[in-house]
Each structure stands twice: as C-alpha cells, then as structure tokens.
C-alpha cells in the first residue's frame, strides 16, 4: 500500500516548456488535490477533484490545468512553465469531504 | 471555510508539552478543525482533528473551547523531533470544501 505517490520528484524546466505531474493513490479515494508550496509559505490550492471526471478551481490555478480520468490519479499540466511557478508541488487525497487528507512527498520544479 | 490564527513562531524544551494555540473565530457549527505538521519539506502529516469534543490520539491531544472559536493543539512530552512548522485548519463538510493552509507556527524543541 504505496498511499500517494507523485512522479517526478525532481525536474528542472526552461521557460516555455511544458510538462505533467502526475499524482497516483491507491486508497480508492474520492478527493485528490493540488498544491504548490514557496519558499517560507504555507500550501497554496491550485486545482482539485471530487470524484473521476471532476475538476475545480482552487486559489491559483492560473496557469495550470488538471485532469482526472482515472479515480486513481490526478495530472497537473504545465502548458507554458515559468518561472514564477518554480515551486514545491504537493498532491493530496481523502475519502470524504469530511476526513484528513493524505500527502504524498511533493515534486520540486525549477523553471530557468 | 473560516480563516484561522497561529503565532508565527513558539519554542519548548524536549520533555515539556507544546500547546499551540489557534484562532478560528468565524468557525461555523459544521467546521471541522485539522491539525497538521510539516517536517522539513516533507508532505504535510495529519496529527488530529475535530469538531466540537477534546479528541486525543496516540500524537497528541485537541483542546476546543466552549464557543469552538479557539483550539489548542497540546504535544505531552515534545521531542527534537516534534520540531516542524504546525497547520491549523478550519474545514466545513460541503461537496467543495477544502483544506486552506495558512502559514502555520513554526515550532522549535530544543534540549
């Protein structure tokens, strides 16, 4: 029983690049979300998802897009990276709305 | 979601408890409040939560006021390695409710 795991956990990116992070659970969650993490700062949410084939806007999901396909996982697309979104990115999940939520181990992106 | 307060940063010595304090005074009678604590860069970690009774696990023990607008969240007997920056979180039960992070209190054991 892995919990949440996110792929890479490391990458570097030249502005204007694109990429995709990918967030798997196998908790058979309902819940999944993003998060992004600067330097000194609490966890911000981009994106979030109630259930497969539903997605939402959380507080800066400007310049992200999400997508959920499988119940298993939740994708964070990248379509034009820059620098301000050099970032910790942590993906999350939980059963229901009203239960803690589970975190996987983040991925640290740096745009050049 | 109601907005919560932390101190921005407190200390203890190892074998003392830690009681952090947290300010939720727009909390509605649905809220819930989470405690959760980040080491280092890791992934948050859950420790407790609740909604209106004291709860205790084996990590720690929630302390909610009467008119639920305050919480203290109390680690018995700190160790070096209770050092982390602690999340208190106000969540309601809703279909689109979420978890807000605030910046925390970071908080210091030292021998």
């Known amino acids: 029983n892995a919990g949440v795991t996110q792929t890479p956990k490391f990458r570097v990116l030249k502005t204007g690049q694109s990429m995709t992070l990918l967030c798997a659970q196998d908790?058979?969650?309902?819940?999944m979300y993003w998060y992004r993490q600067d330097p000194g700062m609490g966890l911000r949410l981009i994106h979030y998802?109630?259930?497969?084939?539903?997605?939402a806007k959380g507080e800066v999901p400007d310049g992200y897009n999400v997508s959920r396909l499988k119940k298993q996982n939740f994708l964070l697309g990248l379509e034009s990276a820059a620098p301000s979104q050099t970032s910790v990115y942590f993906c999350?999940?939980?059963?229901?709305?009203?239960?803690?939520?589970?975190f996987g181990n983040g991925t640290r992106l740096t745009v050049t | 979601d109601a907005k919560t307060t932390q101190p921005p940063s407190m200390d203890c010595a190892e074998g003392r408890a830690a009681n952090l304090p947290c300010n939720h005074s727009?909390?509605?009678?649905?809220?819930?409040v989470y405690w959760y604590r980040q080491i280092h860069s890791q992934g948050p970690q859950y420790i407790i939560h609740?909604?209106?009774n004291n709860e205790t696990n084996e990590m720690a023990s929630l302390i909610i006021t009467e008119d639920r607008k305050s919480s203290t969240l109390i680690l018995p007997h700190a160790t070096l390695r209770d050092t982390a920056v602690y999340y208190c979180?106000?969540?309601?039960?809703?279909?689109?409710?979420?978890?807000?992070f605030g910046t925390g209190t970071r908080l210091q054991v030292t021998l």
């Open positions: 999350a999940s939980r059963p229901l709305v009203n239960s803690p939520l589970h």
């Open positions: 908790m058979n969650h309902e819940y």
């Open positions: 998802s109630v259930g497969e084939g539903t997605t």
């Open positions: 727009t909390i509605s009678g649905n809220e819930y």
């Open positions: 609740g909604l209106k």
């Open positions: 979180i106000v969540s309601g039960t809703g279909t689109a409710s979420k978890l807000t």
